[in-house]
């Protein structure tokens, strides 16, 4: 009996949300048409692709280093601000303060200081226009929270053509703008999503990257979230940003340099084609083929520089 | 600007998957017919239903304490075999051998140690037969991957009508028995999800209870799986299970006593039914009505006897 292999299969086959699974993926080339339609011609033959350094953030926590990928694409002004405020050392000394395990983690300035009052508000980059023109990498139809989902520069996305909308939508470690009620109200606070996809959140909230290194230690956050009849979280206890750089202001020696999966590139779109058939031995009974966008992995793996 | 005030709204409303957060539960009463249907006669009025100590066991790791729920009446054998397994101490010091970010961690004794060979494998429980008799608290109908979920015992099901079946579904926490290619060919290795739910793994593997306290301490088990281009994880720091315990083996002053939400109750169905609205001002325009089982949280609380 060897379980540890015989289940591994699967995992190397099947894995898995996010990012951090490299070893997750399938060495076997693909051997059949692609199902995704729309891909882009650009790239269509480079696996990975190199993340530019000038859009990568160093998130540097007491118990190890986020890094995260931003969507200036998607969500100019958001990225713009964020850009500057972290430039600026607004995000230095931060704490989680609202961290509740399987939906957010949540983290800003302290409520009402100045540095908190300063910042500009933002209006809402919730989704955007799309035309004929437009293309993506296809990942399910009749998605229950969409028309349509995929990727796009290796972001998942939602998108309803009876619209003529996409968005990015809220998978696990996204990195997201917090608000107050109203659509153009957030401004600093920002909020990474640590479980299941609260995709009901989609197009009324600015997501504007994600995490492509180091999910584990946005998982191993002080939750501040209690349950009745536990003991409260003391907001001493919790986690502190030590530092938020620009990948570029980071000495030489310490950044981090990445490659993600091309997900315009054929073999991307022919590996989610392999992924839905479940042909491994292990499924011995088939299971509905239909795949959640966010229980699809994007792999990043590590540059040498 | 009261970014934290704001956004606390719609985590008070409307989070979490999983457990850990019975402070973001709302307080107001359901001022809406609830669309379940279904539901139980049966302690339709109970908010919370006490776990059965007998069916609680306390997996003590070394940075915390969880509880996992047991459900004999879903997968019997599997409960069974559990049960005793761990009351043998088989799971003293397993280590948990292949933990992946955003998906699962693995835990089991050496391979092909004596006391892996000498479990006896069991035959799969996936799924069971429903008829009309049989009752659930309906969350969603047309699920992508169910023709309807929702909610029996405090556990999330899939459900096809067309086909007069019902299982246990993949959401985070659940725990499972690990196997083979053959569908009959689990033992003793089992694995708790930890990220988006991997429901391509409904009705081929036998789930057979969910964490319910301590969600957080699953999410900070080392992960084994490194990316390409890092460091392999040494087996000496994979993390080991100090203790794999029955409540009811427990000393009396080091047990945990826990109540779970009724998804039995009308309350429960009338909050589902709030949940689908999302009524609070903070949506300025409304998610589409569709509620994803594995994001809708069922609360724990603590009871002090």
Known sequence: MKFRNKFSTIILVFSVSLNAVANAEQS???QSPAKATNTNSNNSTAEWRTVDIEKMVLL???HGKVVIELAPQFSPKHVSQFINLTKSGHYNGNKFYRVIDGFVAQAGPEDGSS???????????????TDKNWSFTLVQNNDLFAEQTG????FAIGHNPSENKAWLTHCPGIIAM?????ADSGSSHFYITNGQAPRYLDRI???FGRVIYGMKHVQAITRTATIEGETEIPSSAHTAIISMKMMTDVAVEEQIH??????????FANKLAERIKRDNAFFFKKPPQVLDVCQTPVLTKLIQK
Do not use: Y
Request: proline share 5%; aromatic share 4%; hydrophobic share 40%.
């Open 151 to 154: 990727f796009k520069d290796g």
């Open 258 to 267: 990445l490659a993600v999966k091309n997900t315009e590139s054929e073999l």
């Open 28 to 30: 076997t080339q693909a």
């Open 205 to 207: 909230m600015s997501i």
């Open 115 to 129: 540095a908190d009052r300063e910042v500009p508000l933002l209006a809402l980059e919730g989704e955007w226009s």
């Open 178 to 182: 917090a608000r107050g009620n109203e």
């Open 60 to 62: 540097t926590l007491p």
